[in-house]
């Protein structure tokens, strides 16, 4: 057992790293298959979120039991919080090209193709008669419509909702962990299921929108720019929110078996942190794709 004032945990040879690093080749080839028509890139996209899914259910289940086993020292902590913001930052990051490619498009590329600054040569040339407006799918020549073609879905119905949900699960996981930090177990058991609650219906209302916006809208991800720039931010932050759903449901079994303690509960308030930072890209979200 560590030295929990001086001694650093060295792990022993893992085959998570690998079976993570297959797996997720695995799911980008299948998805990649998939957007490009292929019948096979649906089947190798689930076969790589399966392997995912098992290296992470693994892989976490190993650091749990070595923690529990008492062979992390304060080095290790520390090590695990620098982890996790880092690993945030990067997520940080990830959203941040898509908001980029958003403001691209529409703040740049949409005006010059309708002909408003250096675009003027390219709107005469190419796309005489097409207008910057937005949303848009893009040019009637290039496989959009100019006239639109689709529907938008307004910011005061799904979206809104989903918006008070994922604020409120903020609070419910806030008063969770100050439930934790004052040793109340049975606050932190009803916060954080409140909070797996919520998050669970945003992703049933957010699989409802999409069945709304492919049937009566006509909103897909095949829509020019505004389709693929919409599904690829609401698709990715929904797929992080079922992450943290997940995250969240092995947190609570771990808090019904008594696994942390007011002053030893990083595991907690690491999901705490990733659902906080899901709450915040959805706020841009909803600002920058709905409401504006």
């Known amino acids: 057992m560590a030295d929990t ?24 080839l299948g998805g990649a298959l998939w957007l490009n028509g292929s019948d096979a890139g649906r089947t190798v996209l689930l076969l790589g979120l399966a392997g995912l899914t098992f290296m992470m259910f693994g892989w976490l289940g190993t650091v749990i039991r070595e ?31 898509f908001f980029g490619a958003l403001f691209y498009a529409r703040v740049l590329a949409v ?8 675009g003027e040569a390219t709107n005469s040339l190419l796309w005489s008669g097409f207008e910057s407006e937005w949303p848009t799918n893009g040019p009637g020549e ?42 109340n177990r049975r606050l932190l058991n009803i916060g954080t299921l409140l909070t797996i609650v919520l998050g669970a219906v945003f992703l049933y209302v957010q699989a409802f929108e999409y069945v709304h916006a492919y049937q009566d809208l006509d909103l897909r991800l095949s829509t020019g720019i505004y ?33 942390f ?32």
């Open 142 to 183: 290039i496989g959009g419509d100019a006239e639109g073609g689709f529907q938008t879905i307004g910011w005061s119905g799904l979206p809104l909702l989903n918006t008070a949900l994922l604020l409120t699960s903020s609070v419910t996981i806030t008063i969770a962990h100050h439930a934790l930090k004052n040793n």
């Open 5 to 28: 004032k001086s001694d650093y945990f060295v792990p022993h040879g893992s085959p998570w790293p690998i079976v993570a690093s297959v797996s997720m080749f695995v799911m980008a």
């Open 261 to 292: 303690t007011p002053n030893e509960h990083f595991g907690f308030q690491a999901v705490s942190w990733y659902w906080h930072f899901v709450d915040v890209v959805w706020v841009c979200l909803f600002i920058f794709v709905y409401v504006l």
């Open 111 to 118: 005006p010059w193709l309708g002909g408003d600054g250096i």
């Open 67 to 97: 923690n529990i086993a008492g062979l992390y020292s304060g080095w290790v902590d520390r090590s695990f919080r620098q982890g996790m913001a880092w690993f945030i930052f990067s997520e940080v990051m990830f959203f941040f090209g």
């Open 227 to 259: 389709g693929s720039t919409f599904f690829m931010l609401t698709g990715f932050h929904g797929a992080h929110v079922t992450l943290g759903v997940i995250m969240l449901v092995v947190t609570y079994i771990r808090i019904l078996r008594g696994h």
